[in-house]
């Protein structure tokens, strides 16, 4: 094989393995399964807070019309990028009353992406924009 071969090789391949890694990176970011053009909120209790990486989740029982309860799953921002906004892995607890403003997920299952936040407190929590309380 000659030298211009192998180096026709190798950049082909090191131009599919960015197109791959290019792919990935937009599939990781892309917000396809939620419906942005709509906001829906919800008054539950936090039930789990999952403090993991690439996206946390928070997990809260939201009172149905039936008098039980259905889980409702929001998907957030990463802890590092909370973290610079004054979050930490106790902000929310369970047993925590709040209330959650959200993009709904497309497929009409329970939950969301995760925009705001009001505590019982009357404190807000987003994860949007700049650092919390500005």
Do not use: C
Request: no cysteine.
């Amino acid at each position: 094989m000659t030298t211009h071969l192998k180096r026709a090789i190798l950049s082909g391949l090191a131009a599919l393995a960015l197109f791959t890694a290019t792919a990935s990176i937009a599939a990781h970011h892309s917000f396809v399964a939620f419906n942005m053009n709509d906001e829906k909120t919800v008054t539950g209790t936090v039930n789990k807070v999952e403090w993991t990486n690439p996206h946390i989740w928070i997990w809260i029982d939201v009172p149905d019309e039936k008098g039980g309860k259905a889980l409702y799953g929001f998907e957030g921002m990463s802890p590092n990028y909370l973290e610079r906004r004054n979050w930490t892995r106790t902000t929310l607890k369970v047993g925590d009353k709040i209330t959650v403003s959200f993009r709904p997920l497309r497929n009409g299952e329970n939950g969301g992406m995760f925009m705001t936040g009001k505590m019982e407190t009357g404190k807000i929590l987003t994860m949007q924009g700049g650092r919390e309380g500005e």
